[in-house]
Every structure is written in C-alpha cells, then in structure tokens.
C-alpha cells in the first residue's frame, strides 16, 4: 500500500491464505479465473470489527481516515456516522476523510464498522476478487494517534440467512434471524502484503437523513402499507416486537398492485424485494445493511408479532433542493423538471448509477446525459471527474475503454467509449482544469487509436466487433434502424457508430488545439468520408448505413448533435427530427434534442420536453412516476426500471442550451418563453443568480 495510511490492512481470519483473483478481461473473452474459484462462505460477509482511541480533552478536531472493500458503515460512540467508499479499482482504490469531532468525547471512545464484502460479480463494486476488509487512522489536530492493527477485534454477523439476490446478482436480500447469536469477538488478521493503491485524494461521503412515511394505512390486524411520498434510495429502520420465531415479511416496491398486500413487490425492473425478519424475543430493532429503490412498503406480522415503527434512512450524494430553482407557468415543464431533478438526486450513489435497483453501475453512456443533469442542479463535479476517472482506469482492461466503470462485471459498448471526449470537453469548460483535461485527453486519444484497427482506407470503422454497436436502448425504439446489430456485429459499415467516432475525433481535435496541444487534423477527412458513406444528396437525409435507403431518427440526430450537417440540409433533417419526435429511447432522446439546438431549432427542441404524448416525459408523470423512467412508459419495455437517471435530459438542454446559461454565470442569447427562468443558487457566491 502507498503511504495514505498509517494503520495496517486487517480482515477477518476467515479471508486468511486466499490469494487475490484475476477479474479483468475483454467482455468477448473467457474470466482469466474459473467460475467456482470463489468460496461460497466467502460471499456475503459483514465482518463487525472495532477498536478505540483516547482523548484527553483538549484536541479541537478530529478526523478519521479509512476506507474498506467493498464497503464499511461506521458508528463513533454507538451512533451512526458515515457510510463508503465510493467504488473504484485495486489500483487505484478511494477512501474517506471523515469529521469525527461532533462524536466523540474525553477519555475512551470507541470506533465500530460492519465492513460488508459481497463477493458478487456485478456492476455495483469491485467484488468477487477477495479483497476485503479495511484501514483507518484518527487523526486529532492533523496528528495520527490510532489506527487499524492487531489491537482490533472482529466478529461474523451471521443474522443475515438469505442466499438469495435481486436484479443482475446486485445484491443479497436481507432475511435476518435476530435468534442467532453471533460469536464473540476475536483478533483481527492483520494482512501483511495488501495490493492497493490508494487514490491520492479523499472522496466524500454521502449525504443521509432519516425521513418517516407519508402514510400508514393498516390493511388487516397484521398487515400495515406504508406509503413514503415518492420513489427513495435507502434501507429500512424497522422496530417490531414478538416472541422467538415471530416474524415480519417485509415487502418493498416502487408501484402498488390490486392485491392484499398492496405493495408491488415484485418489481417489473426485476427486483423482487421480499424478506423476512425472524424475531428472538422482546423488541428487535434492526437496521438494513444495502439499499434498494421504492417508494411502497407493506409489512406483514406473524399472529404473535407486532411493528412499532418503520423508517427510512434515505442516502444520496450531497443534493441542496434549493441549488436549482426552475420557475415557469408552464405546468407540464414544472412536472417533467421536477421528474427530472428527483432521479438525478437520488440516483447519484457513490457513482451516478444507471438504475438504483437493477444495476445500481455506472455506465458510460448514461455519464454523457446524467453528469451535465447532476452538474447544473448542484453545481458539483466530483461525480463528473470520478466517472472520467473510473473510464481512465478501465483502460488497463482495454484502450477502448469499458462501459461499466469501476465494477467487477467486463462490459463493452462502442457508442458509449465514443461519448468519452463529450464528457472531457464538459469537464474542461465548466472547470479549466488543464493538468486532468491533458490526462483525459491522452485517453481519448488512446481509445480512437484502438478504434482505429476498424478503420478501412477513408478512415471509417467497419465491423467494429470488439464491442457491442448499441444505436439505442431498447432494442425496439431503434426507429427501423437498418443494420445488423447481432453481438459481434455483422460485417459492413454503418452510421451510428461512425456518427458518434467522428464527433470523438473532432471535440478530441478541438481541445487539442485550445489546449495548445499537437493535433492530427484528422476530422476534415473523415466528416468529408462519412458524408460520402451515408448522406443522400437527393433527400438530404442521412442513411443508416452504406447498404440501405432508410432514414433514421437515429442515424440524422447523431450528425445534427456533431454539426456536421451540410447547410443544404439542415432544415430538412431538423425536419426530419421535428416530425419523427420522440420515437426512440429515453437515452437517444437527448441527442435528438441537442441536435434540434445544434440545427437552430429551439422551441422545435423545447415542444419535444413539453409534449404529452406516449413518448415523453409527461407520460411518466401521468403514469404516476417521481423519478423519471427508463424508458418512455411502464410498458414500453420489459423490465422498465422507474428510477433511471439517463432520462434527464431536459435540464441540460434547457440550461445550455434554450435558456443559455454557461457555467461561469454568464449567459447567451436565450430561446425561452418569457416566463421561464431559473434561479442556480449555487452560482450566487460567484455571480448574481441567473434570471
């Protein structure tokens, strides 16, 4: 380990004598590491470890630093504090710096975490490599006067029965026996030769509150429903009361059903969220470990058992409400931004998730439309740069760049590695920061190298079958798009993918130069290449590919959002795009709407966000979400998840874009109606509030 810490590197004895497993490898190719390598006694394990310091009274701050793999929750004195680290890579692995001051005291004082490893191969962490266990040093007044060493004790919290997982193995449900007696508390294993690499900064730590349920309805003697206002991230703080063996169901869901329970628990995004706590005798308060998406609870009591309360400890990374104000008469806008607003907040975890449910990974795709959502509703960038980060690092996996980052499950999505420059230039104008923008730069043009090996001689790429060509999400919103999109990808040369290369290769050339950095001049030849492959001088339209006549909404919103369009046709794709409206993804959606902006077509782009059709945002809020949806509606996709973050879309475009807004304060010429302003309350301690 580098010298972030003092303390040693301690696990459970149980981890004694295995060695690390080798996770990483291209999505096509076999795990370097057989599937029943992993123990099966090794995986969802919480080790409950702790250890003390002393104060004499007069220390004015102290801090602790630490971190654990996969996760640790942390109580200072009995109450809880804290909660992390965000997820990352072995080599490069984050930690936390963490004001203890408000809980501690004179004298003794004691430190106790439940450090959770999973031991799942999936998008959530790093799992499944048998990395585990945790450091941590206190600090009083900048000095180090603990830490983790051979002095600490641990024990196996063995309440947690349940073998069973939800979503893609995202996570274990939690069926706790509060009848099982843990063992008693023993030495930790201090090991001697951890491999990590410590990131040279710390991370924040999310932001938590416990919030009580809008409304509790009793269904029968035994059956309570509980309704908390909206869709939450969280976990459950239940009280309940019974004699041994007793128990509660708990179910959770994010819509309710015309069934006794109430509670549609078993989830159309694949979540079945049902567990059951088993009473020991007199009151059993217990506290949920992960945290699930729901907004619906129903719980069911044994005829000898009773609930005396239920919370919510609801989590998300630091989100001021008030940060952005939009103010409009328009009602729909309201509602659809509102929408909006809420599934960034509480779908920004330690990562900016794609779904907190199903997946609850970061995928790169999503990064391109929920980074710009998060950054003008907050103000903050930390999410943005530790996505970059996180794709950065995937390229030890592959040049290209992964699309899931960090996680331990090896996917690759060629549309979505093209996106990364987007998200450089993003990072680059809102911040100025050279050194990152130079690394970040050097990646992207070690992805476009590895590109490259498609390339034929004008430069475009052909068969690109290392990764998936996507176009759009579900496959059925892809607007007849006219190419084989099998995995690996046919033979012969298609737009989308080439759409979104040229656009990489240009904003990499741009940034480039306005960095004052050597530059190929590639881009001139290569829009001039896809011009010829794929633009059809007698529509004016762009094809889906070298071998079809057909159009796309796809395959014209792509090189609208790039500004590659001809003049001769930029009226008729805008269009093109005006009256295919909205027959695509949530995901490709954003596109269609800065392309719209990019042709000069805002209140064209502004009709789209407030259109009440089937496709749009206020399908969602007609359908009862909170939080905006995966795809267009409940039933337009087999598993729609109703927390999705990639529907975002409409903020950034109405920020940057129609009412032109730029992240130093300033502002361009605005495409507004009149009455539509925002107040960023985050901007006011460098500029007036935007109106």
Not at 121 to 139: E, H, P, Q
Not at 294 to 304: D, H, K, P
Not at 596 to 618: K, M, N, P, R
Request: charged share 25%; net charge negative; hydrophobic share 35%.
């Amino acid at each position: 380990m580098n010298q972030i810490f003092h303390g040693k590197w301690i696990q459970p004895l149980e981890g004694k004598g295995y060695s690390s497993l080798s996770l990483f490898h291209r999505e096509n190719d076999p795990c370097p590491t057989p599937e029943n390598a992993h123990p099966e006694e090794l995986k969802n394990l919480h080790m409950l470890t702790r250890g003390s310091f002393f104060l004499n009274g007069k220390e004015e701050r102290v801090l602790l630093r630490l971190t654990a793999d996969d996760y640790y929750k942390l109580k200072v004195n009995g109450e809880f504090v804290a909660q992390g680290p965000v997820p990352g890579y072995y080599f490069c692995y984050y930690w936390n710096e963490v004001d203890i001051t408000p809980w501690v005291q004179p004298g003794e004082n004691c430190l106790e975490l439940d450090v959770y490893y999973q031991g799942l191969i999936n998008r959530v962490w790093n799992s499944g490599d048998l990395r585990m266990g945790m450091v941590c040093d206190v600090l009083a007044d900048g000095k180090v006067i603990a830490c983790t060493d051979e002095s600490w004790e641990y024990t196996l919290d063995e309440r947690y029965v349940s073998r069973r997982t939800v979503g893609y193995d995202t996570q274990y449900l939690e069926d706790v026996d509060c009848r099982i007696q843990n063992r008693p508390y023993r030495k930790v294993w201090v090991n001697p030769s951890p491999d990590y690499t410590f990131s040279p900064m710390p991370q924040p730590v999310l932001q938590w509150y416990v919030q009580e349920p809008k409304i509790r309805e009793q269904l029968d003697s035994q059956t309570v429903f509980y309704d908390f206002g909206q869709e939450l991230t969280g976990h459950l703080i239940l009280e309940a009361e019974g004699d041994p063996g007793e128990s509660i169901t708990i179910l959770c869901g994010e819509e309710t059903e015309d069934a006794p329970q109430k509670t549609r628990w078993q989830m159309r995004c694949g979540c079945d969220y049902q567990e059951t706590l088993t009473l020991s005798g007199g009151v059993c308060r217990v506290e949920q470990y992960d945290y699930k998406a729901f907004r619906y609870v129903t719980l069911i009591a044994s005829q000898g058992a009773k609930v005396h309360s239920l919370q919510v400890r609801v989590r998300h990374w630091p989100f001021d409400d008030t940060a952005c104000i939009l103010r409009t008469s328009d009602t729909v806008l309201q509602e659809v931004f509102q929408l909006c607003k809420n599934g960034v907040k509480y779908g920004a975890q330690e990562v900016l998730v794609d779904c907190p449910s199903r997946e609850k990974g970061q995928y790169a795709g999503d990064m391109t439309i929920t980074t710009a959502s998060h950054y003008w509703l907050t103000g903050d960038t930390s999410l943005l740069k530790k996505a970059m980060e996180n794709q950065m690092q995937s390229a030890v996996i592959d040049p290209g760049l992964m699309a899931v980052t960090p996680g331990s499950l090896m996917q690759e999505i060629a549309d979505y590695s093209l996106q990364f420059p987007i998200l450089v230039r993003r990072y680059w104008e809102i911040t100025g920061d050279r050194d990152f923008t130079q690394k970040a730069l050097a990646a992207a043009e070690a992805m476009l190298r590895s590109f490259r090996s498609y390339a034929r001689p004008d430069g475009l790429l052909e068969a690109v079958t290392g990764k998936w060509n996507l176009v759009d999400w579900p496959d059925n919103l892809r607007d007849g798009y006219d190419f084989p999109l099998t995995r690996p990808v046919g033979p012969g040369c298609h737009n989308v993918v080439n759409a979104f290369y040229v656009n990489a290769v240009k904003v990499t050339e741009e940034l480039e130069k306005e960095l004052g950095l050597p530059c190929k001049e590639e881009f001139p030849a290569l829009r001039d290449a896809f011009q010829q492959a794929f633009y059809d001088p007698q529509t004016h339209l762009y094809r889906d590919s070298e071998s079809s006549s057909h159009a796309s909404l796809h395959a014209n919103a792509i090189p609208a959002y790039a500004g590659i369009v001809p003049e001769e046709g930029r009226e008729t794709i805008a269009a093109f795009l005006k009256e295919k409206g909205l027959c695509c993804g949530v995901y490709m959606a954003w596109f269609v709407l800065k392309g719209l902006c990019c042709l000069g077509h805002w209140e064209d782009a502004y009709q789209l966000i407030v259109s009440t059709g089937e496709h749009s945002w206020y399908n969602m809020v007609r359908e009862g979400g909170t939080t905006c949806f995966e795809a267009w509606g409940k039933e337009q996709k087999w598993n729609t998840s109703l927390c999705h973050p990639w529907a975002s879309g409409p903020i950034s475009v109405l920020m940057e874009d129609i009412l032109g807004l730029h992240p130093d304060g300033s502002r361009g010429e605005s495409h507004a109606p009149k009455d539509l302003w925002v107040e960023l309350r985050w901007q006011e301690k460098q500029t007036p509030a935007v109106k």
